[in-house]
């Protein structure tokens, strides 16, 4: 069963970003963020290589598992994989605006029909047995947000949902960009507090322009979690204030370079698979902010791991160029 502590934390579901390297990453800096993949589609998880699209690694856990669709069957097939799989959590996207998922009439696309919404999440709920959750915005296009929400949780609380987490924007399916659907549409995050609060017993997480660690406690005030997206991806050493902040425990490690000594045997482990050094370091480039040397360890990942021959040395040639910062000094007595 899951528990609000569950959702406490998380790091959004990235296209092109939170794949399995990715969350490796993440994942050393916190023990107890939740992560999740990249969207994939339930068509491909049923019909595709299953391996190449949901395998991963179980140091993730806890990891779940984001699907598109919107074939309560399909929906189902692919939740049973992936529970098969090991996930912690299926989630079922209903805010993507890409154009690829409005053709496929999935994603954000889903707001205008709660009830197969309900009907997607009941069958994933009866072909499961751990937590089925959703992800969704607030509305799309002309909807008032008050009742297209509002909407949407009556027929996925009815469907049993486990979680619902509530990106606090709209999403404009015409007109705008996905990039743009994450930036212009006005944050609404009030919407999301009277979510919960007409839902006490519904566990909410919220999504949407959440940054620094100084804003988290202020949301869970309101809502059971916090989830980032961008920042934790751009600025992934803002996950080492999780665990101390939210858990009151200590982090994993103390720093991006302890970090980055533990990430070694599993960039080692997949080179010796045949893979490439940058499938690792295209998500190290947001490290070391503010840092003297960082400019330059992002252009030595830049131009020399990239290379398909590119080993661990090159890495920790990059890291070299980054001023180890001392620290504070401690005032005598």
């Keep these: 069963m899951m528990t609000a502590a569950d959702h406490r934390f998380s790091v959004a579901p990235m296209m092109d970003w939170t794949d399995r390297h990715c969350r490796i990453v993440h994942r050393l800096m916190s023990r107890r963020a939740r992560l999740y993949t990249e969207m994939v589609t339930a068509q491909a998880v049923v019909r595709g290589d299953r391996q190449r699209l949901i395998g991963f690694d179980e140091v993730e856990h806890p990891v779940a598992l984001q699907l598109g669709g919107n074939d309560p069957a399909l929906l189902a097939e692919a939740a049973k994989i992936g529970a098969d799989f090991g996930y912690d959590e299926i989630n079922l996207n209903c805010g993507c605006p890409s154009d690829r998922v409005q053709g496929g009439a999935f994603g954000a696309c889903l707001m ?8 997607c999440v009941a069958a994933m709920k009866a072909a499961v047995s751990i937590p089925v959750t959703v992800k969704c915005r607030i509305g799309v296009d002309d909807q008032d947000p008050e009742t297209a929400l509002d909407a949407l949780t009556e027929t996925v609380r009815a469907a049993g949902v486990d979680a619902l987490v509530v990106h606090a924007r709209k999403a404009w399916l015409q007109g705008l960009s996905p990039k ?10 009030e919407r999301a507090y009277r979510l919960k609060a007409a839902n006490p017993d519904l566990i909410v997480a919220l999504n949407g322009g959440i940054k620094h660690p100084d804003e988290w406690l202020p949301h869970l005030a309101h809502l059971d979690g916090v989830m980032l997206g961008r920042e934790a ?5 803002v996950l080492l204030a999780v665990d101390p902040l939210l858990f009151g425990e200590d982090a994993p490690v103390p720093d991006a370079f302890a ?3 533990a990430l070694e045997p599993y960039i080692a482990a997949h080179l010796e698979r045949g893979g490439r050094l940058h499938a690792f370091t295209r998500h190290l480039v947001g490290l070391f902010p503010g840092q003297r040397g960082a400019r330059l360890f992002r252009r030595h990942l830049a131009e020399h791991c990239v290379a398909a021959g590119a080993g661990l040395a090159e890495l920790r040639a990059a890291i070299a ?11 005598a007595e």
């Excluded at 743009?180 to 995050?189: A, F, G, K, S, T």
């Design 180 to 189: 743009e659907n994450r930036e212009i549409p006005p944050l609404d995050y």
């Design 112 to 119: 205008r029909e709660p009830v197969l919404v309900g009907d």
């Design 233 to 237: 991806y751009q600025n992934p050493e």
């Design 259 to 261: 970090m980055l000594e």
């Design 321 to 331: 160029h980054v001023e180890r910062e001392a620290p504070p000094a401690i005032a």
